[in-house]
């Protein structure tokens, strides 16, 4: 019997793991149907620490990314994990300047510090390749090595005994008279179970079908799939920003995005297209170039078609609505639905990662 086990090693689950770690001695299982941690969303994404510009004032969101972005950069200085606080230009043509006043303004009520507004001089001294008539400067934009956040978040939780149980998926769950006891399908497809006080749901693409095992009063979801196109080398060292377009609010995307890694290769993404059934296919289709071309030309100057390539691609848990294209994180301890003890975190799209210590936090206070 585990005091808790937690379904899914992703960045989340990880998370979770560590502030379990770093606050009490309770028996933790994590259980994982890949060999590893960090295999799935959390490896596919364009591993930027937001700002907390974008999201509804009153949302999850919100609230867990502005937390969760301090939060980060005092663990990677603390815990070594590479980072580089480059901030980000939000760019615009004239006819945009009412929006991007809009995100500005929205930014403020976030409570995002250090934002501003600047003009074409100072984009052209700032971003010589970038062409823009006007742009929200956010500092406290970033980025990080998710692998290395995640590596970081299991080193503390194996620090505290805690189990991991890799190549193992729950396929089965039901109430106890002391917790929930879960069916477990291991590496040879034998199903063993397991009994626990607590379940935290953090298990991603499949987080709303585990819900539904309890019951069909859940969200659901559905895949958006984000692919990414990388630019040749000569465009390596080019930007000192992230550069984003206006947000695309009819896809639920924050835009065709151009932004670098740690070796500084420069990529654009990710795109946005709703996926039919629950297909996790990364597969970068060549049809795409067009598309990237003509969304990175509008704001990159000197782009040629032949500098793009295809590079990868992500899938979004969306929590599908019909009428809301931009759905909050569903975060929930299930006490009201009739299973205290049970947590699920359903749709935990992005800034899922920006908020992983802030949501790591306090669904551990939760448990404790
Ligand atoms: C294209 C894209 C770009 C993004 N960009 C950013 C960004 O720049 N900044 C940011 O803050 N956020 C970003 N995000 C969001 C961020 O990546 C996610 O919010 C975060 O990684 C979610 O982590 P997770 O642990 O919930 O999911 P996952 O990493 O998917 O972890 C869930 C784990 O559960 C396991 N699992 C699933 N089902 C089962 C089962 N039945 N039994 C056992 N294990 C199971 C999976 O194998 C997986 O390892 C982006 C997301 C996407 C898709």
């Known amino acids: 019997m585990f005091d808790t086990v937690i379904i899914g090693a992703g960045v989340i689950g990880l998370s979770i793991a ?5 606050q009490t001695h309770k028996s933790v299982l994590v259980i994982e149907k890949e060999e590893s941690y960090g295999r799935g969303i959390s490896s596919r994404n364009s591993e930027v620490i937001h700002s907390g510009i ?8 919100a609230k ?4 969760g972005r301090d939060l980060l950069y ?46 074409r001089q100072d984009i052209q001294k700032m971003e010589p390749h970038i062409e823009a008539d006007f742009a929200l400067h956010v500092e406290c934009t970033g980025i990080i090595s998710a ?12 620090s505290s005994d805690h189990d991991y149980l890799f190549k193992s998926r729950v396929v089965g769950a039901n109430a106890a008279s002391n917790g929930y006891i879960l069916d477990i399908e291991n590496a040879d497809g034998e199903i063993e179970q397991v009994e626990c006080s607590w379940v935290i749901n953090a298990s991603g693409l499949e987080s709303d079908l585990i819900a539904q095992m309890m019951g069909s009063d859940f969200p659901s979801l559905r895949y958006s799939k984000g692919c990414y196109y990388k630019l040749a080398s000569q465009w390596r060292n080019a930007f000192n920003h992230l550069i984003y377009p206006l947000p ?20 654009l993404g990710p795109s946005a297209h709703w996926v039919d059934g629950r297909i996790e296919d990364y597969h970068v289709e060549s049809s795409l170039l067009d ?17 793009l390539s295809p590079d990868y691609a992500g899938i979004r848990p969306k929590i599908w609505t019909a009428d809301n294209p931009m759905p909050d994180f569903y975060i929930s301890h299930e ?24 949501i790591g936090n306090d669904v551990a206070n939760q448990i404790i």
């Not at 991007?100 to 250090?114: R, S």
């Not at 692998?147 to 194996?158: C, G, P, W």
């Not at 695309?248 to 990529?267: C, M, N, P, R, Y």
């Open 18 to 22: 560590r502030a379990l770690a770093e």
């Open 54 to 61: 974008y999201y509804d004032p009153d949302s999850l969101k």
């Open 64 to 67: 867990y990314c502005t937390k």
């Open 74 to 119: 005092d663990f990677c200085k603390k815990e070594n994990v590479w980072h580089n606080p480059c901030g980000k230009l939000v760019v615009g043509r004239s006819h945009q300047e009412a929006e991007l006043n809009a995100l500005y303004q929205n930014g403020l009520a976030n409570g995002v510090p250090d934002i501003n507004i600047i003009e």
């Open 147 to 158: 692998h290395e956040l995640m590596t970081a978040f299991y080193r503390i939780s194996q």
């Open 248 to 267: 695309d609010k009819a896809h639920g995307s924050l835009g065709i995005h151009l932004s670098f890694d740690e070796t500084q290769t420069v990529k």
């Open 291 to 307: 598309q990237f071309y003509n969304e990175g030309k509008r704001y990159i100057k000197g782009l040629e078609k032949d500098h």
């Open 335 to 358: 006490t009201e639905k009739g299973f205290p003890g049970w947590v699920n975190l359903i749709g935990i799209e992005s800034p899922g990662l920006t908020a992983s210590i802030a």
